[in-house]
């Protein structure tokens, strides 16, 4: 079954380079078609027809002007050949920037479309990371792979009429030692993707150890303070070992099917040679026609034995990719993931959870069991629990990452799953504990997301607001400021500093639900609280969700809902819920000290 995926995965290159840049595929095409007929039938005809002219003239014994047009002839085949050998380069240019512009969005659109389930999928994750990384190079040999089969064929048919005519048994000899050479390349191209494709997780574990542990700069404290440097570097030596040893492997084992084959080649051909001088010997054939001939098989064992067989195996694994393609593609997306919040927000009145229930795609857990309860406008709520209680899978549920689960979920008494994903981004704004350093400029990274127009006062409200006033004071550009490192002049942030930017970001955005998902981890407890304080302060119009596994931030909540085992175990007011002397007074003894 898979090896017709396979195969109809070698054609989707063609049929996506056919629909994407149709005139640069066919013009690259023809160059190859072209490029096949001059070291083969062209170059035999004119070789054939110098060497003729050359004798007759000898035998005559004076220089006659009629040498001139085959000498001319030859030299311009000549001259064509090696101008033809560069034009297709300049078009694998041009391939190369169409496959960027056209063929790897397609990934990226599909993986930013993906549901959420696929996302957190590390396998699909590590199939995106291979196609997004190699596509471009593995899609442009596929097209190269083809012109040369292309070139291969050609070349092969017109040898196989032009010895028939001459040696009738050659020709078929040369066309059915191909069918065998063809099918060999394809499988050791097949061999050849499987062991990158196992080499890679080694290749991922050393790259880890070499780029990040064992010189990366945010390890350096630790490799100095641990003098763990000849543990990882063993680490790195066997991982390393290991994905050289497979792809080593398969390298021998093609490098000994390939050399194979061309002996045979060149001892057909030298067969072909020997036989071909009974006919001169006969006159049946010009001295001319035998040193054309000889000219092509040895051109012709150099395509088959070399660039053909290369070609073939770079199709092969061009189809293994585009099967991983095409499985990718095929993936379910989630209608809306690329829209825009929308420009109003809900007018939100109320939040519901009733009888909830939710487990993650593929397994039977349920991380959620039976939840509900509601979030009114103008509140503020604390979700708090033991790492696993289920408080960040709420949050997905809430901003519409996952729609499947049991129960209902009612926005203003309306199903949550029934309002499209731009009105949920405009409903919601988080800020999460995993959140991304976007290296842009400050204005860039305050503004993603928004789809109405922010003045500079709003701007520096917000950043006063999330403590980054002294930060804003110090940029040499202001908001126009690169930050991060890949920029020249680029200011790096410190971890708090980054966090700030999103709470900031949160600020501008005209959500009416505001989601905190332990986003304060580079914080220290008073900081957090501090912080914490500052944000319920600014949002007392809004419904406000905080999630942390620190409790003195709950003190801010009107109600705090307490989890355990995807459970609300507990559930009402700071006070109220230490008197309890339950769950949360357990779990906050344990911390109280932080805050004194």
């Given at each position: 079954m898979k090896s017709k995926i396979i195969s109809s995965s070698v054609l989707e290159v063609l049929r996506l380079a056919f629909k994407e840049f149709p005139w640069l595929t066919v013009i690259y095409l023809t160059l190859a078609i072209i490029n096949s007929l001059f070291p083969t039938v062209i170059l035999?005809?004119?070789t054939s027809y110098f060497i003729d002219s050359v004798l007759s003239m000898a035998g005559?014994?004076?220089?006659?002007q009629g040498i001139l047009l085959p000498l001319f002839l030859l030299l311009s085949t000549m001259v064509c050949m090696r101008i033809l050998e560069e034009v297709p380069k300049f078009f694998e240019i041009r391939l190369k920037a169409a496959i960027e512009l056209s063929i790897l969005p397609l990934i990226v659109q599909q993986q930013v479309n993906l549901e959420y389930q696929w996302l957190e999928d590390k396998s699909k994750q590590e199939l995106f990371?291979?196609?997004v990384e190699d596509i471009v190079e593995v899609f442009l040999e596929g097209i190269q792979?083809?012109?040369?089969i292309l070139q291969g064929i050609v070349a092969v048919i017109s040898v196989f009429f032009l010895l028939t005519n001459l040696l009738w048994w050659s020709g078929?000899?040369?066309f059915l030692c191909s069918i065998p050479l063809f099918s060999l390349s394809f499988y050791l191209g097949k061999k050849n993707y499987a062991a990158k494709v196992d080499a890679k997780k080694y290749e991922r574990r050393y790259s880890y150890y070499s780029d990040q542990v064992l010189v990366g700069k945010e390890a350096l404290e630790e490799r100095m303070l641990f003098g763990y440097v000849d543990d990882m570097t063993g680490r790195y030596e066997q991982d390393f070992q290991k994905a050289s040893s497979i792809q080593l492997l398969v390298l021998l084992k093609t490098r000994l099917a390939t050399r194979g084959m061309q002996i045979v080649l060149i001892l057909l051909t030298i067969l072909t040679s020997i036989c071909l001088l009974y006919?001169?010997?006969?006159?049946?054939?010009s001295p001319g026609n035998f040193i054309g001939i000889l000219t092509v098989l040895f051109n012709l064992a150099e395509i088959l034995g070399g660039d053909l067989q290369d070609s073939s195996k770079s199709l092969a694994e061009c189809g293994e990719y585009m099967a991983d393609f095409r499985l990718l593609m095929a993936l379910e997306t989630t209608p809306g993931a690329m829209d825009l919040p929308d420009q109003m927000p809900i007018d939100l009145e109320q939040i519901e959870f009733k009888g909830v229930s939710f487990s993650?795609?593929?397994?039977d857990r349920y991380v959620?069991?039976?939840?509900s309860f509601v979030l009114e406008k103008g509140k503020d709520y604390a979700l708090v629990g033991p790492n696993g209680s289920g408080k960040s899978t709420i949050v997905k549920l809430l901003t519409g990452l996952y729609r499947e689960y049991e129960g209902e979920i009612l926005i203003n008494g309306k199903e949550l799953r029934t309002y499209p994903l731009s009105a949920i981004k405009a409903l919601i704004s988080t800020v999460f504990q995993d959140f991304s350093h976007y290296q842009v400029p400050l204005k860039d990274n305050l503004q993603l997301g928004m789809t109405r127009e922010v003045e500079e006062k709003d701007y520096l409200k917000a950043l006063q607001q999330s403590g980054l006033t002294e930060l804003y004071d110090s940029l040499p550009l202001g908001l126009d400021t690169a930050l991060g490192k890949l920029q020249t002049g680029a200011r790096e942030l410190s971890g708090g500093q980054w966090q700030k930017i999103t709470f900031a970001r949160s600020l501008l955005h005209a959500a009416p639900i505001k989601i905190l998902d332990e986003p304060t981890a580079a914080l220290d407890p008073i900081a957090e609280d501090s912080l914490y304080q500052e944000f319920g302060r600014l949002m007392q119009d809004k419904t406000t969700l905080f999630i942390s596994h620190r409790l003195g931030s709950t003190k801010l909540a009107d109600q705090i809902i307490v989890l355990d085992g995807g459970r609300i175990v507990e559930q009402g007011m700071f006070e109220s819920l230490l008197n309890l002397d339950g769950f949360f007074s357990e779990m906050y003894s344990l911390q109280k000290e932080w805050y004194q």
């Open positions: 035999a005809m004119v005559s014994g004076s220089f006659s990371s291979l196609l792979a083809y012109a040369a078929i000899l040369i006919p001169l010997r006969d006159g049946e054939i993650y795609p593929g397994t959620l069991q039976n939840l």
